[in-house]
């Protein structure tokens, strides 16, 4: 039975409009249930209905079947993909093979509105983002120290923090300078709002869920979770607007914030914003709320992801202390060659050619996403048309397909294409052990500088996705989440509560859910600032 949504104390009286418009929408959702009814899956099924363990059923796919698609009985049924497909799908078009359609459908675009203009976000980061990314480096360290200073304060004895909590309000600050620009990133409501967006989104998705499908165009509007992520959109729509009314005049009169006439960023408010209209189609170029909206995909995007991946490295340094010296001496060494910039408040900033010189954190950032990685799973797509398989399968439309990115962690880096060479193949140790500079001891090998970046997809390094679908943000995030390390590691000690010795410890769990990982949000450390 779904949820109690109206009072019954009172009759409703619907008109004869409202009662013809809700037999269309009925008929609608039927001639397209049966028009795209999912065809029966002929693939193995692996796991339990209803209760899929995807550690356990990946890692049996992965055993039983390597060369055969295999089905999870999730809700909807999930096809992974066989590895030796991936050269062939990775590179097919929308019309094949959709990560858009397959946004939605997970979202319930058509009731969250998240993610329904996604292509204009991706599009910008790709295109606009990605060219600047460097140049963002000055901005992001100066915003960096008034995020610390503002979040852990003055802290000249160990103060304990709710680590994934101050994480979020320090990327939130420093991601807002790019993507709006000050003084609104540092607004609260915009801070709140540009955080709670995102668990907001899955609570609403989640709440109409509980309805069967052809209510929920008239249900939804009612809902508590949806009205709240209303609210967020509003809200944002509401803070963005002075922004966006400076775009608008600029943008007619033909300027483009941004740099958009070489590669250097203008850390000016408003910049990303003109990026964006750019992408937009005409008749949603002035509209706030449509502008708010895709604000709020790029920070749902965006914000938690690199605010995980600084949680999990900050806790793998913090149980293995042992490799915060090393990364120091690297950022050291790297500072005396380069020489360092001076921000706006008189404090040290590496310049941005020299993040590309830290190899050793570079490793680090790719061995904890490598044994944290924010799912199980990669290249989530759903077939817009049939798919026909090298291996002879053919995968039906309407088929949510992945690949088991599960198993290619547990492996470790493929090093079989390395020269077999004693003299100059490194001694990696096992894949389960974390050891933060396998990557970088990897690039010392002839030909093989810029294969096992943090950045670099390929089928055996799928965290960030592979081919057309692999994240295009993940050049600002390395960026973001470099210059933070720099700093924490430059000018904070940080460890576990309690580990007065520094000597490490016991790294406490991740959060498993389905086929993703997340960060506990219980977890604490203690920081204090270096003498």
Same mark, same amino acid.
């Given at each position: 039975?779904?949820?109690?949504?109206?009072?019954?104390?009172?009759?409703?009286?619907?008109?004869? $409009?409202?009662?013809?418009?809700?037999?269309?929408?009925? $008929?609608?959702? %039927?001639?397209? #249930?049966? %028009?795209?009814?999912?065809?029966? %899956?002929?693939?193995?099924?692996?796991?339990?209905?209803?209760?899929?363990?995807?550690?356990?059923?990946?890692?049996? @796919?992965?055993?039983?079947?390597?060369? #055969?698609?295999? /089905?999870?009985?999730?809700?909807?049924?999930?096809?992974?993909?066989?590895?030796? #497909?991936?050269?062939?799908?990775?590179?097919?078009?929308?019309?094949?093979?959709?990560? =858009?359609?397959?946004?939605?459908?997970?979202?319930?675009?058509?009731?969250?509105?998240?993610?329904?203009?996604?292509?204009?976000?991706?599009?910008?980061?790709?295109?606009?983002?990605? +060219?600047?990314?460097?140049?963002?480096?000055?901005?992001? =360290?100066?915003?960096?120290?008034?995020?610390?200073?503002?979040?852990?304060?003055?802290?000249?004895?160990?103060?304990?923090?709710?680590?994934?909590?101050?994480?979020?309000?320090?990327?939130? $600050?420093?991601?807002?300078?790019?993507?709006?620009?000050?003084?609104?990133? !540092?607004?609260?409501?915009?801070?709140?709002?540009?955080?709670?967006?995102?668990?907001?989104?899955?609570?609403?998705?989640?709440?109409?869920?509980?309805?069967?499908?052809?209510?929920?165009?008239?249900?939804?509007?009612?809902?508590?979770?949806?009205?709240?992520?209303?609210?967020?959109?509003?809200?944002?729509?509401?803070?963005?607007?002075?922004?966006?009314?400076?775009?608008?005049? +600029?943008? +007619?009169?033909?300027?483009?914030?941004?740099?958009?006439?070489?590669?250097?960023?203008?850390?000016?408010?408003?910049?990303?914003?003109?990026?964006?209209?750019?992408? #937009?189609?005409?008749?949603?170029?002035?509209?706030?709320?449509?502008?708010? &909206?895709?604000?709020?995909?790029?920070?749902?995007?965006?914000?938690?992801?690199?605010?995980?991946?600084?949680?999990?490295?900050?806790?793998?340094?913090?149980?293995?202390?042992?490799?915060?010296?090393?990364?120091?001496?690297?950022?050291?060494?790297?500072?005396?060659?380069?020489?360092?910039?001076?921000?706006?408040?008189?404090?040290?900033?590496?310049?941005?050619? *020299?993040?590309?010189?830290?190899?050793? $954190?570079?490793?680090?950032?790719?061995?904890?996403?490598?044994? *944290?990685?924010?799912?199980?799973?990669?290249?989530? +797509?759903?077939?817009?048309?049939?798919?026909?398989?090298?291996?002879?399968?053919?995968?039906?439309?309407?088929?949510?397909?992945?690949?088991?990115?599960?198993?290619?962690?547990?492996?470790?880096?493929? &090093?079989?294409?390395?020269?077999?060479?004693?003299? /100059?193949?490194?001694?990696?140790?096992?894949?389960?052990?974390? *050891?933060?500079? !396998?990557?970088?001891?990897? !690039?010392?090998?002839?030909?093989?500088?810029?294969?096992?970046?943090?950045?670099?997809?390929?089928?055996?390094?799928?965290?960030?996705?592979?081919?057309?679908?692999?994240?295009?943000?993940?050049?600002?995030?390395?960026?973001?989440?470099?210059?933070?390390?720099?700093?924490?590691?430059?000018?904070?000690?940080?460890?576990?509560?309690?580990?007065?010795?520094?000597?490490?410890?016991?790294?406490?769990?991740?959060?498993?859910? @389905?086929?993703?990982?997340?960060?506990?949000?219980?977890?604490?450390?203690?920081?204090?600032?270096?003498?």
């Amino acid at each position: 039975m779904s949820p109690a949504l109206f009072d019954g104390s009172k009759p409703m009286v619907m008109s004869p $409009l409202f009662l013809g418009a809700s037999a269309l929408v009925i $008929l609608a959702y %039927l001639i397209r #249930t049966i %028009l795209f009814w999912p065809q029966k %899956l002929d693939f193995p099924v692996v796991g339990k209905p209803g209760s899929v363990n995807w550690q356990e059923a990946l890692r049996e @796919g992965a055993a039983r079947y390597p060369n #055969t698609p295999f /089905t999870l009985p999730s809700d909807p049924p999930m096809v992974v993909l066989p590895h030796c #497909t991936n050269d062939e799908v990775r590179l097919l078009p929308e019309e094949k093979t959709s990560f =858009q359609k397959e946004l939605e459908r997970i979202f319930l675009s058509a009731h969250t509105k998240f993610g329904r203009d996604a292509p204009v976000v991706v599009k910008t980061v790709k295109t606009d983002l990605t +060219r600047h990314v460097a140049s963002t480096t000055g901005p992001l =360290q100066d915003e960096l120290h008034y995020a610390l200073d503002t979040e852990l304060g003055t802290c000249e004895s160990w103060n304990k923090v709710i680590l994934l909590q101050k994480v979020l309000r320090i990327v939130a $600050l420093i991601s807002g300078r790019v993507f709006v620009g000050r003084p609104l990133s !540092r607004d609260e409501e915009w801070l709140q709002t540009s955080i709670n967006y995102t668990a907001d989104c899955i609570k609403a998705k989640n709440a109409a869920l509980q309805w069967p499908a052809w209510t929920r165009y008239f249900v939804a509007p009612f809902l508590p979770e949806i009205q709240k992520v209303q609210a967020h959109t509003n809200k944002a729509a509401e803070l963005l607007k002075p922004v966006i009314n400076g775009c608008i005049q +600029r943008f +007619r009169e033909g300027k483009v914030l941004g740099g958009e006439s070489g590669d250097e960023f203008e850390d000016d408010q408003g910049a990303f914003v003109s990026w964006m209209m750019k992408h #937009t189609s005409p008749e949603l170029r002035e509209n706030p709320y449509n502008l708010a &909206v895709n604000q709020l995909t790029l920070s749902f995007a965006s914000i938690h992801t690199t605010s995980s991946a600084i949680y999990h490295i900050l806790l793998d340094l913090a149980s293995h202390p042992e490799f915060i010296a090393p990364l120091r001496e690297e950022i050291e060494q790297v500072i005396a060659e380069d020489g360092f910039d001076i921000d706006g408040n008189g404090k040290e900033c590496l310049k941005k050619q *020299s993040l590309t010189k830290l190899k050793k $954190l570079d490793s680090l950032l790719k061995e904890s996403q490598r044994l *944290s990685p924010p799912s199980m799973t990669a290249s989530l +797509r759903v077939t817009t048309a049939p798919l026909h398989l090298s291996t002879g399968h053919t995968i039906p439309k309407g088929t949510s397909v992945v690949y088991d990115s599960h198993a290619v962690n547990l492996a470790g880096p493929n &090093v079989s294409s390395l020269p077999n060479d004693p003299s /100059t193949m490194p001694k990696l140790d096992p894949p389960n052990v974390f *050891s933060p500079f !396998r990557f970088s001891s990897i !690039r010392e090998t002839p030909g093989n500088n810029s294969k096992y970046q943090y950045v670099t997809t390929s089928k055996d390094s799928m965290n960030f996705g592979h081919g057309n679908h692999a994240c295009p943000g993940r050049f600002f995030a390395g960026v973001e989440i470099k210059v933070v390390m720099v700093e924490l590691l430059r000018n904070w000690e940080f460890r576990n509560i309690g580990d007065k010795e520094m000597k490490g410890g016991e790294r406490p769990g991740n959060i498993v859910l @389905g086929n993703l990982i997340h960060p506990n949000p219980a977890v604490q450390l203690e920081f204090k600032r270096r003498a």
